[in-house]
T-cell receptor
Framework: RKEVEQDPGPFNVPEGATVAFNCTYSNSASQSFFWYRQDCRKEPKLLMSVYSSGNEDGRFTAQLNRASQYISLLIRDSKLSDSATYLCVVNANGTASKLTFGTGTRLQVTL | GAGVSQSPSNKVTEKGKDVELRCDPISGHTALYWYRQSLGQGLEFLIYFQGNSAPDKSGLPSDRFSAERTGGSVSTLTIQRTQQEDSAVYLC?????????FGPGTRLTVL
């Protein structure tokens, strides 16, 4: 089983739609969780951290379910500019800095 | 510059040649990572340096791959006797806490 698993997509949604991605992780000792965004042929960049209580940043909401070992990202009112690959990232070894990346979920927002 | 820089941005080489890829992390970042990403694929962890600790080399695909980090700053990834399957984008990232900042990558093409 992979340490971090994501549905590769692609998710094709119209502008204005709400879309949700899930990610599961295998190590119950994982401490930190993030969503990164990667545009085509660009490097990944941090989108948001995921906190136990859930957190929201504008149109983006991240949730963590420790019992089921999954993380979610909800994007409301999708924009064309949201088209990218979303990477789920987990501190898989309980060590502060070593992160494990999922293979990403591709989102395509269309007119 | 405030970000992670990598050089060269593109490298074309012939099968069997050695290549060196360079990464300049953000000043003060104690952790440095190398990943590679093949076209349309996820990030593949290669190696991780944390301060003065022994590097985590668990992701290096073969003994043709090696990396050094001198003085806790600049890192060089060396690939000996390159093969066509080594063609990918090689990404470097640095961090001081959990957020990783990525460089723009080196696109390696082995002919």
């Amino acid at each position: 089983r992979k340490e971090v698993e994501q549905d590769p997509g692609p998710f094709n949604v119209p502008e204005g739609a709400t879309v949700a991605f899930n990610c599961t992780y295998s190590n119950s000792a994982s401490q930190s969780f993030f969503w990164y965004r990667q545009d085509c042929r660009k490097e990944p960049k941090l989108l948001m951290s995921v906190y136990s209580s859930g957190n929201e940043d504008g149109r983006f909401t991240a949730q963590l379910n420790r019992a089921s070992q999954y993380i979610s990202l909800l994007i409301r009112d999708s924009k064309l500019s949201d088209s990218a690959t979303y990477l789920c990232v987990v501190n898989a070894n309980g060590t502060a800095s070593k992160l494990t990346f999922g293979t990403g979920t591709r989102l395509q927002v269309t007119l | 510059g405030a970000g992670v820089s990598q050089s060269p941005s593109n490298k074309v080489t012939e099968k069997g040649k050695d290549v060196e890829l360079r990464c300049d992390p953000i000043s003060g970042h104690t952790a440095l990572y190398w990943y590679r990403q093949s076209l349309g694929q996820g990030l593949e962890f290669l190696i991780y340096f944390q301060g003065n600790s022994a590097p985590d080399k668990s992701g290096l695909p073969s003994d043709r791959f090696s990396a050094e980090r001198t003085g806790g700053s600049v890192s060089t990834l060396t690939i000996q006797r390159t093969q066509q399957e080594d063609s990918a984008v090689y990404l470097c990232a640095s961090s001081v806490y959990n957020e990783q900042f990525f460089g723009p990558g080196t696109r390696l093409t082995v002919l």
